[in-house]
Every structure is written in C-alpha cells, then in structure tokens.
C-alpha cells in the first residue's frame, strides 16, 4: 500500500487538523519521499515511518507541535537541515537503521533546541572513536544517546515513552467507552434471554396443568369404556340366549313331530292287528 492511501485509511473520517498521532509503518514512499502529509496535519505531535524506504525529508510539511519522529530503519543518508525547519520543537529522533555515516551528518540536529533524545543503533557512525563523547560535545542539549545518557544510566521510559503513554491514555479511553458499550449490550442480551426463559417456563407450566387435566379426568373415561364393555358383554350374553332358545324350539319342535309320528304308527299297528284279528274269526266260522 502506498503511502498516500495509509494516510487517507488512517485519518477513519477524521480531519487532518484532527489527528496528533499518526503510525506509517511499512507502507510504500514515492521515490523515497514522503507524501500525502500536509502541513493541514497542525496538531500532530507523533509521526512514525519505520521501514517505507525513505531516502529523503525534504517532503517533510511544517510541523510545529512535532515532538516525536520514528524514521528508522529506511535508507536516508542526509538533509537533517529539513528537520530543524519543519519540525522545531522535536524531542525525540529516531534515526537507527539509516545510512549515516560520519557526524557531519547530523550537525544540523544542533538547531533542534528541545532535542533531548537520538537514537543512531545500527548506522555507521556508531563504529567511529568515540561515538558517544563527540555526539554529545556536538549536540549539548541532548539528555540521552541511544537510550542512555552521558554517565552510561538507562533512560527511563516514562521519559523515553511519556508522549506515547499520553496517547496510550486515550486509547484507554476510548477502549473503556467501547468495553461499555459492549457490557451494556450483555445484559441486555442477559434480560433478553431471562424474558424468554420465563415464557418458556410460563408455556410448559400451562402444557403441564393441562396434562395432569388429563390424567385426571383418565378415570372418568375408563368407567365409560367399562360401562361400553359390560354393554356389549350383556347384549353378546342375551344374544346367545336368544339363539340357545331358538335351538330348544326347534328341538321340541322336533320331538313333538317324532312323537306324532310314533303315534300315528301305533295307531297304525293296532288297525292291522284288529282287521287281522278279524280275518281269523271268519275263517273260524
């Protein structure tokens, strides 16, 4: 990504006026220039370009309330003029990773009055005799050198770090703003989800009377089934007795007509045994 297109997608809607820190890191420069930094940029107060392939400043816009600049790690190899011009009242540089050689170089930073820190880690110059001695003779207002000062002591960081915790402190802010908003948004989705609970409950509490209802009235339905069934017994018994009267008919019925029949042969048989009880008396005669 070009180094015009960072800007724009670092600005998020804001106005440049509106800006005090802005973080360039790893995008591409021009030629090795800047670009797309305007002097409209009035209230910035953090700039880093790390590693964009810098070789010059000299796009650099006027920035008055500059007061730290990250320029490591890229190729820029002089025209430290620029920055006591455009950036006054800077106060902390950082320049390691440059190819900068000799201290010629950096003599210009003598007019950076509020200077107070440089870095130089892993440039050239640092192999010089005496590095550190004729830095600080050629800069006397600085505090520190490459993190430490003139008795070899540590710089702290609240010194080093002090302009980025500020910033650090608004993002904190703004982080809290944001953790609020989302707090707010668990419990309502919490209320949201305890509402729904209770109708849930509310509907299987009514689901739960309505089948001990059932239960209930079980019973009921099962004398209703028994009373069916001794209906159907009863009529199933008195059909039976029904048929079983029918067959005693007929079967009296049917003794009566063989007993008809018994009679009339009988009646049959005492003819005979008169007509021939008669015959006999006449051949007698």
């Known amino acids: ?44 107060e953090f700039l880093s370009t790390i590693n964009v392939g810098l070789t010059s400043v000299a796009n650099l816009p006027k ?14 190899s002089g025209g430290l003029e620029v ?20 201290l010629s170089t950096i003599e210009p930073l003598k ?17 010089l005799n005496d590095y550190r001695e004729n830095v600080f003779k050629l800069l006397p207002q600085l505090t520190y050198l490459d993190g430490y000062d003139k008795e070899d002591k540590e710089a702290p960081d609240s010194d080093a770090e002090a302009y980025v915790e500020g910033l650090d402190d608004d993002e904190d802010a703004e982080d809290g703003m944001f953790v609020k908003s989302l707090t707010d948004t668990v419990l309502q989705d919490r209320e949201l989800r305890s509402s ?3 109708v849930i409950d509310l ?5 739960g009377e309505e089948e001990e209802y059932d239960e209930d009235a079980a019973p009921g339905d099962e004398d209703e089934e028994e009373g069916e069934e001794d209906d159907e017994e009863e009529g199933e018994e008195e059909e039976e007795e029904d048929i079983s009267g029918e067959e005693e ?6 003794d009566g007509e063989v007993d008809d029949e018994e009679d ?20 007698d005669d």
Do not use: W, Y
């Not at 007019?111 to 192999?127: A, G, M, Y």
């Not at 509907?203 to 689901?207: A, G, N, R």
């Not at 009988?266 to 008169?274: I, T």
């Open 1 to 44: 990504m070009d180094m015009k297109k960072r800007i724009h997608l670092e600005l998020r809607n804001r106005t440049p006026s509106d800006v005090k820190e802005l973080v360039l890191d790893n995008c591409r420069s021009n030629e090795g220039k800047i670009e797309g930094l305007t002097d409209e940029f009035e209230e910035l």
């Open 63 to 76: 920035l008055n309330k500059l007061k730290k600049l990250e320029l490591s790690d890229n190729r820029i």
């Open 83 to 102: 920055l006591a011009e455009k950036c006054p009242n800077l106060t902390h540089l950082n320049l390691s990773g440059n190819k900068i050689k000799d």
């Open 111 to 127: 007019k950076l009055e509020s200077l107070k820190s440089l870095d130089l880690f892993n440039c050239e110059v640092t192999n």
């Open 196 to 198: 729904n609970s209770f």
């Open 203 to 207: 509907i299987l509490s009514e689901e």
């Open 249 to 254: 008919e007929e079967e009296e019925l049917n």
């Open 264 to 283: 009339v042969e009988e009646e049959r048989g005492q003819k005979r045994k008169r007509e021939l009880d008669e015959e006999g008396e006449e051949d």
